[in-house]
Structures are given as structure tokens and as C-alpha cells.
């Protein structure tokens, strides 16, 4: 079936937000087989979006919107979907019983703007929100369908994956199934070149790279009539991927780095406690975010200052004065006292200049991770070039995930 | 001038890139005054693109591209243009000549797809790339304008900024000056509401509210002749604004609470300690991402087991056992321990039950932020109702800067 996505916000147009919406619901809707032909986006203003899904209508039989169901004047999506589709709004029972209950328990008094929320096509099918307060419906007439779900990403994806994806599979014509394979250590030029043959020779499955903030993926996809036989030839050539590139992958589902390693530090029951100076929380952020990370995380430093890497880890005040805080000894003293103070199986630690600027001598992006565990320390150096603050970050919390997983041995499974 | 922005490309529409031109398009034209009226993608296909500039025609002015001047067969955005606005191509001679140069200091041969990409309208007005091989141009025919730039993010910024900005600003009319008021503890209905007298009686400065994951914002925009009268403007309307919801504002420059609240702890020579429970890391994480705060943040603590709270904080083991780890007597505990611990002005904590699940008889989103500070101690209770585990660790942190802002008393000044 061929669609569009149809993004609906002035703020796009302002420039104020990325469209991550089309990025996300072009892959997904890719996934389920449908062809996206287009990507549209018009502000608040009903004339110009009733023209754009007119004009849509055309070559497509379904648009796909997000954005301009909240509960604002300026929210237009379903009068105008309405007036194309001719349909009309009505109160929708579950909506505003739903509405209702938010309110409740926010102890907050109904506003005239939610029962506005409430209103839906008399046609449509009702998509519920259990994220936010606005539902998303799909409303067909004449062999053309728009589905409409909220803007803000967060709440758009859980109507996707719950509702929209499992109503729209109907219209599938075969099955997409997929693996995604997670790589860090090599870039994509290499790992394309290293994938060349099997690229090359791919009609289905078919392998794509992506490089993705100092990491890279591989997506694996295969269209069959059945999900066994898609699941089958997935299987198969993610086996001959990982015998060309498996150093290098880190989980063979799609998962995080922080999720793939935490998941088998509970599985080990392997204890683990972090400092952090240079990434400044995000490796602990990162861990606690797994899901029953409580049973191996004991606890995470964030040693700011000189002071508090003395005080809290037993810095030596001769490491930072001849070799400096952002140094391989003190990376490595770092993770030494955290063990001794915890006794966590793993104590890992991170230090060095993150930018944007740098840092007397040294460059942002320099900077230390340390390891310490029973009879194995090792200090890995990194250097970025970037000066880019979050970016150096970010990729030094993959470090650290990335020494964990070579100093236990950890390898996914297929 | 009306315009359009329209993004060629088919890896697009398949979710393999994020539309960044697009945004960074907008907000430069914006800033001219130009008036972004649509947002299209399609892909390499030239039937499907002739038929989209024809559509956007109808409406708009102007048509600014990105993507397909590459080298390659499906590389249309050319030939389509000149189709559209009755021209041809013929070979530009300095853009041959800048590929022969390009070519000979790569040490490589001119190949046929060289001669195509210096193939250009005879009428255009043609842009030079100075960080790739592809030129961009302007095209005109009866009042309609289009102008292709190439897509690759790093070439399209140097060609608009050294070429197309340069010579689109004989078009401009106006200038746009906008302020972005960040709002906390407010919901977007509630927000409109106080806001509707401004709201309703608007031309110019326009008002717009957006959710944004447990905050709001309000932008407020001006189009005038000159940047003066643009800002001038756009202050009295923020002032106005901020008359009726000031309380709830914490930055009237669009930026993060951790932004916000951390240049104020710099400026004012605060120092602060956190201590995270359920939160894990996130605030640390949050406020070291503010360049500079090495000044004011001296140690964070994630603080996760009940061990680590006592051997840590000394909260005391009778707290933990009577009312429990998730309490607002563990909250202020850890707060007050960490401030003896640290001499840091402002130590702030984080405790409760981040989800996806209850935990025993406390529900997902149960949780308490402490705040100890000479002479002045506090803990808010929190309840978001939800069970998704990174946002109500967000919002959390969210409710540790606003406490953090209030208990110092900082009010952004316009």
C-alpha cells in the first residue's frame, strides 16, 4: 500500500524541532511493507492541511499524521481530517471518561480544552493514549485512510507499538521480520567493506549499515509470506554476518549498550559500583535506566573535584599533582579505591576533558576509562578529536560499557 | 516571501536519515523573514518531484532544495528544475573547471558523471561548493524561484551561508526576532487558559504554547522591518506573559532547566552536591553538561542500595526500617547527610519508585526530592501516575531544579 507521512506543527516549520516523527514512522512503516512516498508538513492552519491531504489522496490510500491533536485552538488535525473524509466530531465515551480519570488523579478540574480532547470522529476507530491525554484514531472513507496519533514522540511511539502498528498489519502484504545488530569498536566504512560480499549478493535478506553516534548497526531484513520463514532467513545471515564481524558486536537484538551489559551483570549476579569525573553521571544514568539493575549496581561516584576524588576514592595527592587528574594514573587509582571502598566485583571510572574547549595541554576528547576487578586493571586511552561536549561523553560511557563486556568475557548469543 | 523547503532523497523516506536539513532550513529562513509555508520530501523519482514543485507552486514563491545534485543516475533535482521552469542544461564552464581541479588534486581521472554534475541551467545563477563536488544555483522563470543546494548537511551549511543566504537577502522583507519562555509546574491547558486574553487579541507578537515532556514553552514572535522593532516588540509581549504566569517561568531564553539553574549557581558562587536514588544519576549527569560548572558542582552520588545510603550519607538504619528507603524521612536524610559530608551549599537528593512497576505498596512514580541548604530544609512529594521508568526519572529531575530554583529564590529577568 502506498502512504505518506504528514507531520502537523508550526514548530517544524519555525525549525524549532527535528522531525524525528517522518524518520521513525518511515522505518516502521517500511518494516510492515507499506511504501512511504512522500513526507508532508504543514502548520496549524486547517485551509493548508486540508489541501496537502487532498492533494496526498491522490497517489496515496493511506497518510499517516502526527501532531495537532492537543487540546489547543490551534490543534486542527481532526476537524480537518473530518472535512476531507466526511465525517463529523463527537464526544467519545472512553476518551473523556479517560480524561477524566487524569484529572482526577493530578487533582486537577476539567477544563473546556479537555473535553475538546474528548471529541472524536463518529467513524473512526479510537486509538487510547496511555502516555498523554490526547487519543489517536483512523478514520477510512472511500479507500482512503488517515491515522492520526499525537505529536510529542514519546507518547506517539507507544500508540504506534501498541495500537496503530497491530491495527495496521492488517493491511500488510507479507511479513518484514528483522534483526538488528549492534557494533561498536569499528566504523562503517570498514564494516561495510568487511560485509561487501554478502551485501553485494543480497536480494532477501537484505543487510543495510547505518552508523549511529560513534557506533554502527546492521539491519538484517527479509520479507516472506509466513514470520517462520522471514524469522528462518534472518537467522541464517545473521550467523554469516557475525562469522565475518562478531568481535565487534555487542547484541544481536537491537538493544543498548548500557541494556546488553546490564542485563548480564544481573544474570552473573556480578556486583558493580562506578566513578565518574569527565562523563559526569551519564554512565550511572545509563546502567540505572535497566530495568532490575538494583541487584548488581551498588552505588556511582561523580567525583567532580580534586577534593572529592581524594576524599571519596583515596586519590593520592601525588597522582593528581604529577600526573594531573586527567591522566591514565588517575583513572586507574580511581577505580582501584572505589573497590576497596565497595567492594563491588567491577569498578569502573572515567576521567579526562570532555571540551567543548581544551584543557591546558590536552585536547577535548582525551580521556581515561579504568577497570579494576579481582586479578585484572587495565586504563583505556580514548581520543575523540571532537569538541563536542555531549558527543565525548556519550562515547566514553560506550568505552566503559565496552571494557566491561571484554574484561567478563561477555559475548551475545544468536 | 512564501517559500517551501523540499528535501530530495530516498533514503529518507525510508527512515534511514533524520530530515536535519529541513529544520536548519527553516529556521535560517525564518530569521530573513521568509515565511515557511511546507515542509516535502520525496524520493528520486522524477515524476513524483516535477509534480511536487508544481503543487508548491501554487502557493509559494519559492522553492528551496537539498539533495539530488550528486554524480549518480538518480540524481534528478537538476533536469526536474529545468523541466518545471523551462530551461536546459548545458555545461558551466567554471563549475567544469572546479571539478578538474578537484579531480587532479585527488590524483584522479574525470569520469562521466564529473561532466554531468557540471552540467547547469543556462539561466541560473550557479552557487560553488567549496567543501564537495556539487554546485548549487538559483533558478527563476515568472516570478517563481528555485534553489537547489546539495544535501549532505556540511556542504548545504558552507553553500547557504557563504552563497544563498548572501543573495536571498535581497528578498527579504522583515526580520523575525522570537524568545522561547520556558515554563515548569504548569500544564499546556492550564497555561492557555491564563494566556487566552493574549492569545485571542494576537496579530503580532504571535503566541504559541507546546508541551514538552513535562514542561511547557511559549514562543513569542515578532516580524517587523527592522530587528529593533522585531525585539522591542517581542520583549513587551513576553513581559505582558510573564505578568499573568511569571511564577511559573524559568527562563525567558529558551534554555534547559539544568541551564538555567546552573549559570545561576555559577554566577551567584553557589556550591552544590546531589545524591541520587531513583534518579540514578540523571541530575549529575544533567547539571555537568552546563560548561563551567566545575565551579559550582563539587560531588554527586548515586546512591542506590540501602548500604550505600548508610555507608554514604549516614542515613540512619532505624529511617530505613520504619518508613523505608522511599520515604521523605530517607529523602531529607540522605540530603542533610551529604551537606555534612561535603560543606556544599546546596545538596539536593533523590529518592522513590522509578517503575515500570509498584514497588511493594508504592505505585510507579512515588517519589521525593530533598533539599538541604543552611537555614532551609524541604522535601516535595511527587506523583506522576505513570509507569514509564525514564520519564518519571526525568521529571524528577525536572522537580530537583525547580526545587533547587526556588529554595535560592532565582527568577529569570526578562
Same mark, same amino acid.
Given at each position: 500500500?502506498?502512504?505518506? /507521512?504528514?507531520?502537523?506543527?508550526?514548530?517544524?516549520?519555525?525549525?524549532? !524541532?527535528?522531525?524525528?516523527?517522518?524518520?521513525?514512522?518511515?522505518?516502521? @512503516?517500511?518494516?510492515?511493507?507499506?511504501?512511504?512516498?512522500?513526507?508532508?508538513?504543514?502548520?496549524?492552519?486547517?485551509?493548508?492541511?486540508?489541501?496537502?491531504?487532498?492533494?496526498?489522496?491522490?497517489?496515496?490510500?493511506? /497518510?499517516?499524521?502526527?501532531?495537532? @491533536?492537543?487540546?489547543?485552538?490551534?490543534?486542527?488535525?481532526?476537524?480537518?481530517?473530518?472535512?476531507?473524509?466526511?465525517?463529523?466530531? =463527537?464526544?467519545?465515551?472512553?476518551?473523556?471518561?479517560?480524561?477524566?480519570? /487524569?484529572?482526577?488523579?493530578?487533582?486537577?478540574?476539567?477544563?473546556?480544552? &479537555?473535553?475538546?480532547?474528548?471529541?472524536?470522529?463518529?467513524? +473512526?476507530?479510537?486509538?487510547?493514549?496511555?502516555?498523554?491525554?490526547?487519543?489517536?484514531?483512523?478514520?477510512?472513507?472511500?479507500?482512503?485512510? !488517515?491515522?492520526?496519533?499525537?505529536?510529542?514522540?514519546?507518547?506517539?511511539?507507544?500508540?504506534?507499538?501498541?495500537?496503530?502498528?497491530?491495527?495496521?498489519?492488517?493491511?500488510?502484504?507479507?511479513? !518484514?521480520?528483522?534483526?538488528?545488530?549492534?557494533?561498536?569498536?569499528?566504523?562503517?566504512?570498514? @564494516?561495510?567493506?568487511?560485509?561487501?560480499?554478502?551485501?553485494?549478493?543480497?536480494?532477501?535478506?537484505?543487510?543495510?549499515?547505518?552508523?549511529?553516534?560513534?557506533?554502527? &548497526?546492521?539491519?538484517?531484513?527479509?520479507?516472506?509470506?509466513?514470520?517462520?520463514? +522471514?524469522?528462518? =532467513?534472518?537467522?541464517?545471515?545473521?550467523?554469516?554476518?557475525?562469522?565475518?564481524?562478531?568481535?565487534?558486536?555487542?547484541?544481536?537484538?537491537?538493544?543498548?549498550? &548500557?541494556? =546488553?551489559?546490564?542485563?548480564?551483570?544481573?544474570?552473573?549476579?556480578?556486583?558493580?559500583?562506578?566513578?565518574?569525573?569527565?562523563?559526569?553521571?551519564?554512565?550511572?544514568?545509563?546502567?540505572?535506566?535497566?530495568?532490575?539493575? %538494583? =541487584?548488581?549496581?551498588?552505588?556511582?561516584?561523580?567525583?567532580?573535584?580534586?577534593?572529592?576524588?581524594?576524599?571519596?576514592?583515596?586519590?593520592?595527592?601525588?597522582?593528581?599533582?604529577?600526573?594531573?587528574?586527567?591522566?591514565?594514573?588517575?583513572? /586507574?587509582?580511581?577505580?582501584?579505591? @572505589?573497590?576497596?571502598?565497595?567492594?563491588?566485583?567491577?569498578?569502573?571510572?572515567?576521567?579526562?576533558? +570532555?571540551?567543548?574547549?581544551?584543557?591546558?595541554?590536552?585536547?577535548?576528547?582525551?580521556?581515561?576509562?579504568?577497570?579494576?576487578?579481582?586479578?585484572?586493571?587495565?586504563?583505556?586511552?580514548?581520543?575523540?578529536?571532537?569538541?563536542?561536549?555531549?558527543? &565525548?561523553?556519550?562515547?566514553?560511557?560506550?568505552?566503559?560499557?565496552?571494557?566491561?563486556?571484554?574484561?567478563?568475557?561477555? %559475548?551475545?548469543?544468536?
Amino acid at each position: 500500500m502506498r502512504c505518506a /507521512i504528514l507531520t502537523v506543527g508550526t514548530e517544524i516549520l519555525f525549525g524549532q !524541532i527535528v522531525n524525528t516523527n517522518a524518520a521513525y514512522l518511515s522505518r516502521e @512503516l517500511n518494516l510492515l511493507g507499506f511504501d512511504v512516498m512522500y513526507h508532508y508538513t504543514v502548520g496549524d492552519n486547517d485551509g493548508r492541511l486540508a489541501e496537502v491531504i487532498r492533494t496526498a489522496f491522490k497517489d496515496v490510500d493511506l /497518510i499517516v499524521t502526527t501532531g495537532g @491533536l492537543g487540546p489547543t485552538e490551534d490543534d486542527l488535525t481532526k476537524e480537518t481530517a473530518c472535512a476531507v473524509l466526511h465525517d463529523e466530531l =463527537a464526544v467519545h465515551a472512553e476518551s473523556l471518561a479517560a480524561l477524566e480519570r /487524569i484529572a482526577r488523579l493530578r487533582g486537577r478540574k476539567m477544563t473546556l480544552n &479537555n473535553y475538546k480532547q474528548a471529541m472524536m470522529p463518529t467513524r +473512526a476507530v479510537v486509538f487510547d493514549n496511555d502516555a498523554g491525554s490526547a487519543p489517536g484514531f483512523v478514520l477510512e472513507d472511500g479507500g482512503k485512510s !488517515i491515522l492520526c496519533m499525537p505529536g510529542p514522540p514519546r507518547e506517539m511511539h507507544r500508540m504506534w507499538e501498541r495500537r496503530a502498528k497491530p491495527y495496521l498489519l492488517q493491511f500488510s502484504t507479507g511479513v !518484514i521480520h528483522y534483526r538488528l545488530l549492534r557494533y561498536f569498536g569499528i566504523g562503517e566504512s570498514s @564494516l561495510e567493506t568487511k560485509l561487501l560480499p554478502l551485501i553485494d549478493a543480497q536480494t532477501d535478506p537484505t543487510l543495510a549499515t547505518y552508523a549511529k553516534e560513534g557506533e554502527c &548497526n546492521v539491519r538484517v531484513a527479509s520479507k516472506r509470506e509466513s514470520p517462520e520463514e +522471514a524469522k528462518a =532467513a534472518v537467522d541464517e545471515m545473521a550467523r554469516r554476518v557475525a562469522a565475518l564481524t562478531g568481535e565487534f558486536i555487542y547484541s544481536f537484538d537491537g538493544e543498548d549498550y &548500557n541494556l =546488553a551489559v546490564g542485563k548480564e551483570l544481573i544474570r552473573r549476579g556480578l556486583t558493580i559500583s562506578a566513578c565518574e569525573s569527565c562523563t559526569g553521571g551519564m554512565f550511572s544514568e545509563s546502567l540505572v535506566s535497566v530495568p532490575g539493575i %538494583s =541487584a548488581a549496581f551498588d552505588r556511582g561516584l561523580v567525583t567532580y573535584t580534586e577534593k572529592a576524588k581524594m576524599e571519596e576514592l583515596g586519590v593520592k595527592p601525588e597522582t593528581l599533582e604529577k600526573y594531573t587528574a586527567e591522566s591514565p594514573e588517575t583513572a /586507574i587509582e580511581m577505580a582501584r579505591g @572505589l573497590r576497596e571502598k565497595t567492594g563491588s566485583a567491577i569498578c569502573v571510572s572515567s576521567t579526562g576533558v +570532555a571540551g567543548p574547549g581544551p584543557y591546558g595541554d590536552k585536547p577535548a576528547g582525551l580521556m581515561y576509562v579504568g577497570i579494576s576487578m579481582d586479578g585484572y586493571e587495565r586504563v583505556r586511552e580514548i581520543r575523540t578529536n571532537r569538541d563536542d561536549r555531549r558527543w &565525548n561523553r556519550h562515547y566514553c560511557v560506550l568505552c566503559m560499557f565496552d571494557e566491561i563486556r571484554k574484561a567478563i568475557g561477555f %559475548s551475545p548469543e544468536l
